[in-house]
């Protein structure tokens, strides 16, 4: 071996994840787990669902474990959930995140055995919410992926939820014609899915999300 060859090594170590909630305070019937896209932070992100959360309808908005700066080194502060770089343990990362969330969550009084469980991901959010459900513990009764695309990761042994796949006919980062190809994609998994296209570019209109509740 080549002594000046480096020697890559791991260390866990514990860390302080930030996520913020909507609604909620009553016996919930929906309890949603909402996942941003690059570069957002979930402050700003939950904002987006004040039209579905009520009550009994409570958002929960984690944020990327990664944090950066949008444009050179100082001012506006986005996050994202992983890169390429020592991509399995960024992987194994989130899961551990995000099942420790999920505990948090569905220890509230007001989650109940019928409590209906959305797991929602937006743009790279996708990609996070397709490998926590194929890895992590959540088990979610809808799973919305919208515009995104889903990574290369199987579902591993878990029935499917009532999926739903939402693209906009105006999204530069998900062109209206590359939309069949990621479709085909579910196809080929065998997956059943409601198609939910709206009007509009990579954002979630309020309209396109009322829309999507009721079909929950």
Known sequence: MNAEEPLAHRLLT?????????GGGAPLRQLWIVLHGYGMLPQHWIRKF???????????????LSRFY???????????????????????DQAVYLNQLLDVVLAQPGYTAGTRLVLFGF??????????????????HH????????????IHHKPMPHTLVAWGDSDPFLP?????????????????????PYRGGHTLPPDALRALQEKL
Do not use: C, N
């Open 14 to 22: 514990p860390r302080t994840a930030r996520y913020y909630t909507l």
């Open 50 to 64: 004040a039209p579905v959360a009520a009550p009994s309808v409570q958002v929960v908005a984690p944020e990327g």
């Open 70 to 92: 949008l444009e050179g080194h100082s001012g506006r502060v986005g996050a994202s959930w992983m890169t390429r770089e020592d991509r399995a343990s960024e992987i194994q």
């Open 123 to 140: 743009s790279q959010g996708v990609a996070t919410a397709w490998r926590w459900f194929s890895q992590g513990r959540i088990v979610p």
């Open 143 to 154: 799973l919305v992926l919208w515009a995104g695309s889903i990574p290369p990761e199987p």
């Open 176 to 196: 209206i014609d590359q939309v069949p190809d990621k479709l085909q994609a579910l196809d080929a998994l065998g997956l059943s899915y409601q198609p939910l």
